[in-house]
């Protein structure tokens, strides 16, 4: 009996669960299985994306004929990826539709040979090439090693469709849904995505950095992956993501502990070292014994983690068997820029940490902190005062902890007014995405003179932020002391979501790049390409390329200072004297009521409730 799924109007998941599996690539634990993805395009020519798993066959093959019935032909099979857990139905589907047409690259093609896949009807395609199905046309864009190097993605036109091969997939079935929208899919879903991504592209982040600059050219409403859910909304927070991964930044300010240890002595240091650091005020902390937690979660935790402490200790004059495995997966998944710390120890002549060291050593920008400690069979007196120096340096690494010394709160330290001083400037960012929109930001500043690069940041609830991260394009227009009060109201208080900020407004015009920037109150506007994107908390850094720089007149640019005396208006506040509440400092607008919630932030200005004050 068939199970297909309706994408769209004519598109169709023929996608098989797999809840048998143990161990995806006879590696990695599946606990929850993993799908094996397929699609079929229905059009004047029939096009299958992509096979199964052989375990998968049966399923497919029905779905296939159900799909096809009523003498319905397969014009097409495209073959984005050539690993068996999506081809290896291909020789039995080609049997069955001898008239379809295998669609291969040059790589892909020699692959399947490899592989004993021989057809009479193949096409090659390269990057770039269309394949016209009749109301559908694919694109494909080539994406060597995300995952294997024959892989590459199809585009449909028609429906703004990313076939993606292995990018975007998770492990995991999918118990019952189609797209990630139906589930909490930031939670424990982004968790398997991470370890899934980590374990199985996380040594290619350069390749997919690379796909992700490609994409950022393509107007994509649907990412249909080879494993898991389908995702049609928040693609701003999956193409974050994987950002974030490719360029091996950490998600967690904060400590992954992980141990190895025989008989308890060495788990016992662990939990010594991870209740120092929690008693020194740090608040991310995770902590895993090797032999029992697999190595693809550490893997994948230590992708999320900025600090990695190893402890472990000494087993036949080498690493303990786990703790050496977990370690090597982390050079060869190719970590980049993380912190260690080292603890070793040993029942008689502990030599793990300078065996670890070796190996930490091949990851690229990888620090280990001093000390480097030990103990021999347990943590004692004499050595309790060297693992808890240790735990010291993550601390003050990671800069948390000198607040308990001196006794004063960390959140007393901060005076909100100290950040007012920094010379800002202010600037309207535009983006086009569909619609013309821009906000009002004060942080972009030159980066480097070669190549040319800016970087500015973009908090995460503006239209704009989501439009650049989508587009990669952007223009910056650097706004002078001539710049209104209105103009900060028109693009910096109210939302692009439900107004058309440039509705009424002929100070702009637009640029080669297609995107609007200030003809009126601007020093100069910039073009930029986005080339690195940094997920930094509630905002996104962004740095990127100028492709043009344009200087429109020699007013004064203006400063956040200047636009506080002589810009924003005084008597917005006065004017609301009579009301009880809070004011937002930063644009005026007035929260009624007798308690500010701590998580508020201005529906103007996003900006969070430490930036009121009351009335
Ligand atoms: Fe799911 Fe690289 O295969």
Redesign the pocket.
């Known amino acids: 009996m068939h199970n297909v799924r309706k994408i769209d109007d004519d598109i169709y998941f023929l996608g098989v669960n797999d809840r048998r599996i143990e161990l995806?690539?006879n590696v990695y634990p599946v606990p929850d299985g993993?799908s094996?993805n397929s699609y079929l395009i229905l059009d004047e020519n029939n096009c299958l994306i992509d096979t199964a798993d052989a375990s998968a066959e049966k399923q497919l093959k029905e779905n296939l004929a159900y799909l096809l019935k009523d003498g319905k032909k397969l014009d097409y099979i495209v073959v984005n990826?050539m690993?068996?857990?999506?081809s290896a139905c291909l020789k039995e589907i080609v049997r069955d539709y001898p008239e379809a047409t295998v669609v291969f690259n040059a790589k892909s093609l020699q692959m399947a040979e490899n592989y004993g896949c021989r057809f009479e009807r193949v096409i090659v395609v390269a990057e770039g090439n269309v394949l016209p199905l009749g109301k559908h046309t694919l694109r494909f864009v080539m994406a060597p090693m995300v995952?294997?190097p024959e892989?590459m993605v199809s585009y449909d036109e028609t429906t703004k469709t990313l076939f993606s091969?292995?990018a975007f997939?998770s492990f995991g079935t999918l118990h019952g849904h189609l797209y990630a929208d139906e589930i909490e899919y930031k939670g424990a879903y982004t968790d398997e995505m991470r370890r899934y991504y980590t374990n199985?592209?996380g040594k290619y982040g350069v390749q997919v950095s690379s796909l992700l600059k490609k994409a950022s050219g393509l107007p994509i409403e649907r990412v249909c992956p080879?494993?898991g859910l389908i995702w049609r909304r928040d693609l701003s927070y999956l193409l974050s993501l994987y950002a974030t991964w490719a360029s091996y930044t950490f998600e967690k300010q904060g400590a992954l502990v992980c141990y190895s240890s025989v008989y308890g002595n060495t788990a016992n240091a662990a939990e010594i070292f991870a209740a120092r650091l929690s008693d020194g005020g740090l608040k991310n902390i995770a902590l895993y014994d090797v032999s029992k937690t697999d190595a693809s979660y550490l893997v994948a935790e230590s992708f999320r983690y900025s600090h990695v402490v190893l402890i472990a200790n000494t087993y036949n004059a080498g690493i303990f068997p786990k703790m050496a495995y977990f370690v090597d997966e982390l050079v060869s998944h190719n970590l980049k820029n993380r912190t260690f710390a080292l603890v070793e120890s040993g029942s008689w002549a502990p030599v793990s940490g300078g065996l670890l060291q070796e190996k930490i050593g091949k990851l690229p920008g990888a620090r280990i902190l001093e000390p480097r400690t030990k103990f021999v069979s347990s943590p004692n007196e004499d050595t309790l005062s060297s693992l808890l120096s240790a735990a010291d340096a993550v601390l003050e690494d990671l800069g948390v902890g000198k607040q308990q010394e001196t006794g004063i709160p960390s959140e007393g330290r901060i005076d909100n007014t100290a950040f007012f001083k920094f010379s800002y400037g202010l600037f309207l960012l535009t983006a086009k995405d569909g619609k013309h929109n821009g906000c009002i930001i004060n942080t972009a500043v030159q980066l480097t003179d070669s190549p040319k690069r800016v970087n500015f940041a973009v908090n995460k609830a503006n239209l704009t932020h989501d439009m650049i991260l989508r587009t990669g394009k952007a223009n910056v227009s650097i706004l002078t002391e001539s710049a209104p009060f209105s103009l900060y109201t028109r693009f910096g208080m109210q939302s692009g979501r439900t107004e058309d900020k440039f509705e009424g407004f002929d100070g702009y015009s637009v640029s080669a790049n297609g995107l609007t920037y200030l003809t009126r109150n601007c020093a100069a506007y910039l073009s930029v390409t986005v080339k690195e994107a940094h997920d930094c908390g509630s905002h996104t850094l962004f740095v990127a390329e100028v492709d043009e720089a344009v200087t429109l007149s020699d007013e004064k640019p203006v400063t956040y200072a200047y636009y506080f005396e002589n810009v924003k208006p005084k008597k917005q506040v006065q004017a609301e004297e009579k009301k009880k509440g809070w004011v937002c400092k930063i644009c005026g607008y007035v929260y009624e009521g007798e308690e500010l919630p701590a998580d508020f932030v201005c529906p103007l200005c996003k900006h969070g409730a430490d930036d009121f004050e009351r009335l």
Do not use: N
């Open positions: 995806f690539e993993v094996y990826h690993e068996p857990d999506h995952h294997w892989v091969a292995d997939g199985i592209v080879l494993h």
